[in-house]
T-cell receptor, first 114, second 114 residues
Framework: GAGVSQSPRYKVAKRGQDVALRCDPI?????LFWYQQALGQGPEFLTY????????KSGLPSDRFFAERPEGSVSTLKIQRTQQEDSAVYLC????????????FGPGTRLTVT | AQSVTQLDSQVPVFEEAPVELRCNYS??????LFWYVQYPNQGLQLLLK??????LVESINGFEAEFNKSQTSFHLRKPSVHISDTAEYFC????????????FGSGTRLQVQP
């Protein structure tokens, strides 16, 4: 079956541009997570959805970061006015239920801000 | 708040030798513990997890990890590594109540040499 997919796989943005990163979770998965992975570091939590409700956004680094999941399936992470420190791999993960332990990760989107 | 420390950023080892990847964590609440593996150009995959019960957990490909509550450790071991085990390994924790986000360590790159 299909896993978590993310698009685009690579994105180059000039500083100040807005970007939108897409995540297609595994069909039927209730929970969806976004993580940011800087070069040489482990992933860091950004935000969590249960269906369409954003239940935890404590990891979003600034108000330039915004995520949505309007129909409880596909999610979009938007970064406004990108800065060089936003350069990272953005990972999406989904899990089956609200209390499921295992998170299934997508391949990530590598964002480079020049 | 939780934190995870992986002291070794790189571990070179010869094929068929044993290996141990170290993981220590800090948390004010009880946690679940995980090891994820990331092969080159692939997404994170769950290798094994400790939720409760027996403190020794095993994966299908010969890895094992032991939860040591007193030392707050969850080291990963394999008695005999293969070239195909070359990858980045991430230790992660999650609160067993409430917050569902994973907190990751910075990763250990296992490099198996022939």
């Amino acid at each position: 079956g299909a896993g978590v997919s993310q698009s685009p796989r690579y994105k180059v943005a000039k500083r100040g541009q807005d970007v939108a990163l897409r995540c297609d979770p595994i069909s039927g998965h209730v929970s969806l997570f976004w993580y940011q992975q800087a070069l040489g570091q482990g992933p860091e939590f950004l935000t969590y959805f249960q269906n369409e409700a954003q239940l935890d956004k404590s990891g979003l680094p600034s108000d330039r970061f915004f995520a949505e999941r309007p129909e409880g399936s596909v999610s979009t992470l938007k970064i406004q006015r990108t800065q060089q420190e936003d350069s990272a791999v953005y990972l999406c993960a989904s899990s089956l239920g609200a209390s499921s332990y295992e998170q299934y990760f997508g391949p990530g989107t590598r964002l480079t801000v020049t | 708040a939780q934190s995870v420390t992986q002291l070794d950023s790189q571990v070179p080892v010869f094929e068929e030798a044993p290996v141990e990847l170290r993981c220590n964590y800090s948390s004010s609440v009880s946690v679940y513990l995980f090891w994820y593996v990331q092969y080159p150009n692939q997404g994170l995959q769950l290798l094994l997890k400790y939720l409760s019960g027996s403190t020794l957990v095993e994966s299908i490909n010969g890895f094992e990890a032991e939860f040591n509550k007193s030392q707050t450790s969850f080291h990963l071991r394999k008695p005999s590594v293969h070239i195909s085990d070359t990858a980045e390994y991430f230790c992660a924790v999650r609160s067993n109540t409430g917050r569902r986000a994973l907190t990751f360590g910075s990763g250990t790159r296992l490099q198996v040499q022939p």
